[in-house]
């Protein structure tokens, strides 16, 4: 069974602090998908990143990375020199290529940005 | 394009009352999701829908029923809400399926079952 832990339930930083929401991930599958998901105040969900598991590689998108390590079954995404607009709540997910459809997400990390 | 719509914003029903949510999208996706969100959790899959007449279970799905009669629509029917179903509904839509393709999510329901 598929199965997301992020386990930093909330986060506080201060404005330009660099910050880490960590996600660790289960599965049985050799072909899987990761995802993160940004939830800001105002409700909706936003994709952030698709990662398969045969690329490992780390991706860099302006202030936000990822750090794919199938050895520890992690994806860790950091925010470098955090804004005010960054608050909002990070989701992880997880999808298994033999379960098509199905989803798993974890339970969110609120990271809470201050001026 | 209005991407994945939903309706209602905000419900409030009486236990044991039935309901509709309705969830629309434009972007010719074959794949539609809905999730709910309890409060401090992640998204639990209810339902998803790979194509017009093709429908199946999520993670928790008891008490919800769907149907996909169309590409557009993929509406979420609770037939005798209860307290337990109280929870924030999103709909979404992907071209490829969720393994591979990202999710376009609607803004979601609000619903409220005293």
């Known amino acids: 069974a598929q199965k997301v832990t992020q386990a930093q339930t909330e986060i506080s930083v201060v404005e330009k602090e660099d910050v880490t929401l960590d996600c660790v991930y289960e599965t049985r599958d050799t072909t899987y998908y990761l995802f993160w998901y940004k939830q800001p105040p105002s409700g909706e969900l936003v994709f952030l990143i698709r990662?398969?598991?045969?690329?490992?590689q780390n991706e860099i998108s302006g202030r936000y990375s990822w750090n794919f390590q199938k050895s520890t079954s992690s994806f860790n995404f950091t925010i470098t020199a955090s804004q005010v607009v960054d608050s909002a709540v990070y989701f992880c997910a997880l999808s298994e290529d033999t379960n098509a459809g199905k989803s798993t997400f974890g339970d969110g990390t609120t990271l809470t940005v201050k001026p | 394009n209005a991407g994945v719509t939903q309706t209602p914003k905000f419900r409030i029903l009486k236990i044991g009352q039935s309901m509709t949510l309705q969830c629309t999208q434009d972007?010719?996706?074959?794949?539609m999701y809905w999730y709910r969100q309890d409060p401090g959790m992640g998204l639990k899959l209810i339902y998803y829908?790979?194509?017009?007449?093709?429908?199946d279970k999520g993670e928790v799905p008891n008490g919800y029923n769907v149907s996909r009669s169309t590409t557009e629509d993929f509406p979420l029917r609770l037939e005798l809400a209860a307290p337990s179903q109280t929870s924030v509904y999103f709909c979404?839509?992907?071209?490829?399926?969720?393994?591979?393709?990202?999710?376009?999510f609607g803004p979601g329901t609000r619903l409220t079952v005293l």
């Open positions: 990662r398969n598991s045969f690329d490992e």
């Open positions: 979404a839509s992907s071209y490829e399926d969720s393994s591979m393709g990202e999710q376009f």
């Open positions: 829908s790979v194509g017009a007449g093709i429908t």
């Open positions: 972007m010719n996706h074959n794949y």
